[in-house]
């Protein structure tokens, strides 16, 4: 009796583990996914858009918004749909932009990718600092 008691309780933790194993690494995969479209020409595109609507010279040397990074970390999945994370203007991590990178169709993002920006990019846009 103790031994099949024993025997079940293996089975159930081997289980337990295969399932969650399994959990982890679609995780895992959806993350890499994830990545890879946010860092894809595509995306890239939408988001030199998005920052020229912000600064009409974005990206250029009388643009105020000169460069940008995405933050890898940032990159999550929202539950309403779409990609979310923060874009980091200028090397400084102060100057943030928020997006949340959605399909509008198969074949194309939606062009509205900022969702917000940080105060201190909102004041050197505007001129005030």
């Known amino acids: 009796m103790?031994?099949?008691l024993i025997v079940v309780?293996?089975?159930?933790?081997?289980?337990?583990l295969f399932i969650g194993g399994k959990m982890y690494m679609n995780s895992k995969k959806l993350d890499e996914e994830m990545i890879e479209i946010v860092y894809s020409d595509e995306a890239k595109k939408v988001f030199e858009d998005g920052l020229k609507d912000l600064?009409?010279?974005?990206?250029?040397?009388?643009?105020?918004?000169?460069?940008?990074e995405i933050d890898k970390e940032s990159v999550r999945r929202n539950p309403m749909g779409g990609?979310?994370?923060?874009?980091y203007v200028n090397r400084d991590k102060s100057l943030e932009i928020l997006f949340n990178l959605d399909k509008k169709n198969e074949n194309e993002f939606k062009k509205n990718v900022v969702s917000g920006y940080s105060n201190n990019l909102k004041l050197l846009l505007k001129g005030e600092k």
């Open 83 to 87: 990609i979310n994370g923060s874009i």
């Open 55 to 68: 600064d009409q010279n974005a990206l250029t040397d009388e643009g105020i918004i000169k460069t940008y």
């Open 9 to 16: 309780t293996g089975i159930i933790i081997l289980i337990i």
């Open 2 to 4: 103790k031994r099949n």
